[in-house]
């Protein structure tokens, strides 16, 4: 069989035909509640169409459905979800408790230097001694033989704890000594094959007491919670991260709230954030859970308002260091002031006499801070009216978002307005004038403004509907989106309902018309093959080989809403590998069982429909199924044998099942919804 590099290639090569073939596979509208409907609405509202889904829609009845989606306080919970997510504590704590139980790298080289106390809590006290002896430790090496530079910066140095001493005793108690050998010594192939052949209770044993670094190439074979626990003692920095990722994936596969899931997806890169930005690692995990998600379906104002106040977003395009000019010199002045007041108070007319002695109301050198446009910019330009705006209008809107910072970042990083720190000269912004005077208020008028313009309704409307319906959606569905955003004062669940029952959403001519994300193309296969995920963590790096590590997006705009982003043949290539790993259980932390395809009694012809059916939902494309015959009529060395196999009665044997599958994963017909 050729290799999946060139099957590849020849999948990216057929990808053309296939788009030019859609609007042939569709003679008429589908009829409401059709099947086509259901898939219509599936592909686009989920993540994913999971087995069983269209017919449990069909049951419940599509309107019902799409109403339920709408309101997702609605729809119990996965209960498999709420458990798997349980063990990721950081997912439920405040950027403060996060700061405290898993200190980032800048806190660590503060508390080696002695600028910043240990964690009072004995167990969180030991972690922290550990990550700092190994701080030292590679701050040593860094400094040359015998690591005088740091010796005489820290003191004398600590060596880094080594495993437990009972760690080797421990092993020997679980392994055997080939095994042991096998894991520690062997080739990688040979250690990750020793590791798996290794019972569930036992893996997890073994993680917690190998040396510190040689488990992580082990931990994606682990449930997601018990790797947490071990990253938790021996990698506390990279927990946050891990965390947040490891939930988004999670949640997309297994949520009930499906488009809750989606819509929040899509207003976090609408609001993007860079988790590599500094304090933004312990930020943003509140960003999404306290700023974004609760908003999805309620007022735009809100979601604008969540956003602006969050110190994620204030730390990431610098508003929390953004102040008037003169604040400094204003501030020196009030000082001054109080100091003459407070000297009258106490030695009445003689205070004259000390006078002199008092400090300048202004300080000779110049201001240290000022503005910062980088905010006002992103929240016209990005978030709401688009490139409806003048420099003029960036200025005023940063002047009107001075004092909106961040209360003590590495310690307590919470929203604190600082008045002392506001322009309070009159404004004017998008032609509307905000008076002399204002404080805080001047922010929310400006959220006001630009939450009720025409053109970010327009904005609004389009991307959504770029998002749900077509790289290039039709003027006539962004308008009346935009009028419902008008009309309803920005409501989004009216906005999503005028898109959804707009004809266009269910014209055939824009169905599968997107081009899946590496995030959507991922999810979407697991969910179709009603795979079970334990640990999601090899499916996050897969996700961001593919181009978009997720929260990974440093500029603002985020990542691109439109096909030609992800239309590559390195990039159909690596879908494809992926595909045929996962339907060959070759994916650490997911288990696949294709026996709902085939029962081992079914022959290539009948798998084959099973598949196209189960997974493209009739949808298959001419250039598909001949891809899936021609390359199952393949003897190993690559000859041809004809097609008479297709319908030889003998049972398809497992390896072409997981061919077949991943075939049809694979396709470009899955690469697109």
């Given amino acids: 069989m050729r290799s999946a590099a060139v099957v590849g290639l020849a999948v990216a090569v057929a990808m053309g035909g296939a788009l030019m073939a859609r609007e042939a596979l569709y003679a008429a509208p589908p009829q409401p509640d059709s099947q086509q409907r259901i898939v219509i609405a599936l592909d686009r509202l989920t993540w994913g169409i999971a087995p069983g889904q269209v017919a449990a829609v069909e049951k419940v009845g599509l309107k019902k459905w799409v109403d339920n989606q709408l309101h997702p306080d609605r729809i119990p919970e996965n209960p498999a979800l709420t458990a798997a997510l349980a063990p990721l504590d950081t997912l439920r704590m405040s950027p403060g408790e996060m700061l405290e139980h898993y200190p980032s790298g800048e806190m660590i080289r503060q508390m080696a230097m002695g600028k910043r106390p240990l964690p009072s809590d004995t167990q969180l006290r030991v972690v922290a001694e550990r990550e700092i002896a190994a701080y030292r430790e590679r701050t040593s090496s860094k400094s040359g033989p015998g690591g005088t530079k740091a010796a005489e910066f820290f003191g004398p140095m600590v060596a880094p704890p080594p495993p437990p001493p009972n760690a080797a005793a421990a092993l020997a108690g679980l392994l055997s000594p080939e095994q042991i050998q096998a894991l520690t010594t062997g080739s990688q192939p040979q250690r990750l094959a020793a590791f798996a052949a290794l019972p569930a209770p036992t893996q997890s044993a073994v993680i917690e007491h190998l040396p510190r670094g040689a488990d992580l190439q082990f931990e994606p074979w682990v449930p997601a919670g018990e790797a947490h626990e071990v990253a938790a ?68 104002s809100d979601l604008l308002l ?27 002045a009030q000082r001054y002031q109080a100091q003459v007041r407070r000297a009258y108070a106490r030695f009445g007319p003689g205070a004259a006499l000390i006078m002199p002695r008092l400090p300048p109301p202004v300080k000779a050198k110049p201001a240290t801070r000022g503005l910062n446009e980088n905010y006002g910019r992103e929240v016209m330009e990005l978030h709401t009216v688009g490139l409806h705006y003048t420099q003029a209008d960036v200025i005023a809107v ?23 720190l506001h322009d309070k000269g009159p404004k004017t912004v998008l032609g509307v004038t905000i008076p002399a005077g204002g404080g ?27 998002r749900f319906v077509a790289d290039d ?12 955003f008008m009309k309803s004062d920005g409501d989004l669940r009216q906005v999503m309902a005028t898109m959804i029952n707009s004809p266009e959403f269910w014209n055939p001519k824009y169905e599968r018309d997107k081009v899946k994300s590496p995030l959507e193309m991922v999810v979407s296969a697991v969910r179709g093959l009603g795979a079970q995920v334990s640990n999601p963590e090899r499916l996050t790096q897969v996700i961001a080989q593919m181009g978009q590590p997720l929260y990974g997006k440093e500029p603002p705009t985020g ?115």
């Fill in 473 to 484: 959606p039709p003027p006539a569905l962004v308008n009346r989106m935009a009028a419902s």
């Fill in 398 to 420: 940063a002047r009107c978002f001075t004092g909106w910072t961040i209360k003590q970042p590495q310690i307590d990083p919470t929203f604190f307005y600082n008045d002392q």
């Fill in 559 to 673: 990542y691109k809403n439109v096909g030609e982003a992800w239309v590559s043949s390195s990039g159909l290539i690596a879908r494809l590998n992926f595909a045929l790993q996962l339907a060959r259980n070759q994916v650490p932390g997911v288990q696949v069982d294709l026996t709902q395809f085939a029962s081992g009694e079914d022959r290539l012809l009948t798998v084959e429909q099973n598949m196209l059916q189960g997974l493209l939902h009739g949808q298959a494309s001419p250039q598909t199924t001949a891809t899936i015959k021609r390359e199952l009529a393949r003897t190993p060395d690559g000859s041809a044998a004809g097609t008479a196999e297709m319908s030889n009665p003998v049972p398809a044997s497992p390896a072409q099942v997981q061919l077949i599958a991943g075939l049809v994963l694979g396709s470009p017909d899955f690469q697109k919804r």
């Fill in 440 to 466: 805080m208020s001047d922010g929310l008028k400006v959220i006001q403004i630009l939450s009720r313009s025409p053109d970010t309704a327009q904005h609004i409307a389009y991307e959504l509907a770029q």
């Fill in 306 to 332: 969540a956003t602006a106040k969050s110190p994620a977003m204030l730390f990431y395009l610098d508003n929390w260091q953004s102040v008037d000019p003169n604040a400094d010199a204003r501030i020196a």
């Fill in 233 to 300: 003692l021996w990698q506390p920095q990279q927990v946050v991260t891990t965390d947040l990722t490891d939930a988004k994936v999670l949640r997309a596969v297994e949520t009930n709230r499906q488009l809750e899931d989606v819509l929040t997806d899509f207003w976090f890169n609408h609001f993007n954030i860079w988790v590599q930005k500094g304090i933004d690692r312990e930020l943003i995990t509140s960003y999404e859970r306290d700023a974004i998600r609760p908003h999805v379906l309620g007022k735009f």
